[in-house]
């Protein structure tokens, strides 16, 4: 039984935004999926286990949406995706990662969309236990198509104190 239950999405489109160059937004996008806790306290490998497992996980985030049996996760073979592959990381460091992606020196930053990554993202971020990166994987873990992202950058947020996993993609298409 998956110690998770899926609660809901959030899903932030840069192409929403007006950036002062029209094509900055550069086909980038979040999504954000919220998973309860439904066990006691368990460590984290478990709950990365936990993750990796539920359906919600297995998105290729290439327009088909959540394949309940399907083979992929983003860019990568679903089957080589395990909890050894994230790396523990700050919550500064995830920020920097997310600030770097959207705009290098954050000054094309659309007002509306600075208050939706900092509530969306960065406050979550700030309030996690444990933030957990996806390592870029390479070689066979790169699925038949995977290669339609130049970037996908994967974040697992756990905050024990809300009961909540969230799994965090930026990526583009």
Not at 13 to 29: E, I, P, T
Not at 60 to 80: I, Q, S
Not at 83 to 108: F, T
């Amino acid at each position: 039984m998956n110690k998770l239950t899926y609660e809901g999405s959030t899903f932030i489109n840069l192409r929403d935004y007006k950036f002062q160059d029209s094509r900055a937004h550069g086909f980038r996008w979040v999504d954000i999926k919220h998973l309860r806790l439904r066990a006691e306290a368990v460590g984290d490998r478990e709950l990365l286990s936990a993750l990796i497992g539920h359906e919600q996980f297995r998105d290729d985030y290439a327009g088909g949406g959540v394949l309940p049996e399907g083979p992929r996760h983003g860019p990568y073979w679903l089957r080589l995706v395990t909890p050894d592959v994230y790396d523990c990381i700050s919550p500064k460091k995830g920020a920097e990662i997310i600030r770097e992606w959207v705009d290098p020196l954050w000054r094309d930053v659309p007002p509306e969309l600075e208050a939706a990554l900092q509530r969306e993202v960065f406050n979550p971020l700030a309030a996690a236990d444990r933030i957990y990166y996806l390592s870029e994987l390479e070689g066979e873990a790169i699925h038949d198509w995977g290669r339609v992202h130049d970037y996908f950058h994967e974040f697992v947020l756990i905050d024990r104190s809300a009961g909540r996993i969230t799994l965090l993609v930026a990526a583009d298409d």
